[in-house]
């Protein structure tokens, strides 16, 4: 069974970038279509913020594509989000998921832990 | 970009009621429409997938119907670790979006 571990830095600067990690073990990360990156600032809702195909090809929110680069490296089976010129909006809780079935008819599963990482001076 | 919007943002119920939960998409979705729960501190977990298909190891109590925009998630007897909130998400097109979440608390 797929499992996936989010991993890096928990306090960013402003200004500064995000940079995260997604481990994925229990399968390769070919196994899998896209590989996506889900956000949830703390006490609020689900925000999409992109995907990646596991080619190479990758797809983003509109409102953060000017920020956000996803990459996959399948030597070490994980995958990354840099996100830059980060601000306090920014703070939120950032899960690694994996899609299940095939585009349309795909569901986000499994999905990382979750880690917090804040925008703070 | 298809906004999902849920109803209500908010309920308070008891153990054993019957629960109904709604979503309606901006546009059509056909049965793309994914549901899920997630519990304080914890990842989301899908619960239906393509408006009505149960993902395995979930109890038969949630059921999801619907098509195009109008969509509903139920719960048929309220357990108490049902108690979360819960999501849903539309796979028909990117910006893959979810509503807002409907949070179920104890009466």
């Known amino acids: 069974q797929v499992q996936l571990q989010e991993s890096g830095p928990g306090l960013v600067k402003p200004s500064g970038t995000l940079s995260l990690t997604c481990a994925v073990s229990?399968?390769?990360?070919?196994?899998?279509?896209?590989w996506t990156w889900v956000r949830q600032p703390p006490g609020k809702g689900l925000e999409w913020i992109g995907e990646?195909?596991?080619?190479?090809?990758?797809d983003y929110s509109p409102s953060l594509k000017s920020r956000v680069t996803i990459s996959l490296d399948k030597s070490k089976n994980q995958f990354s989000l840099k996100l830059s010129s980060v601000t306090a909006a920014d703070t939120a809780v950032y899960f690694c998921v994996g899609d299940s079935g095939h585009p349309p008819e795909s569901w986000f599963d499994p999905w990382g832990q979750g880690i917090l990482v804040t925008v703070s001076s | 970009d298809i906004q999902m919007t849920q109803s209500p943002s908010s309920l308070s119920a008891s153990v054993g009621d019957r629960l109904t939960i709604t979503c309606r998409a901006s546009?059509?979705?056909?049965?793309?429409l994914n549901w899920y729960q997630q519990r304080p501190g914890k990842a989301p977990k899908v619960l239906i997938y393509d408006a009505s298909r149960l993902q395995s190891g979930v109890p038969s109590r949630f059921s999801g119907s619907g098509s195009a925009t109008d969509f509903t998630l139920t719960i048929s007897s309220l357990q108490p670790e049902d108690f979360a909130t819960y999501y849903c998400?539309?796979?028909?097109?990117?910006?893959?979006?979810f509503g807002g979440g409907t949070k179920v608390e104890i009466k």
């Open positions: 990646i195909y596991h080619s190479g090809g990758t």
């Open positions: 546009q059509s979705i056909s049965t793309y």
């Open positions: 998400q539309q796979s028909y097109t990117t910006p893959r979006t």
């Open positions: 229990g399968g390769s990360i070919t196994s899998t279509n896209w």
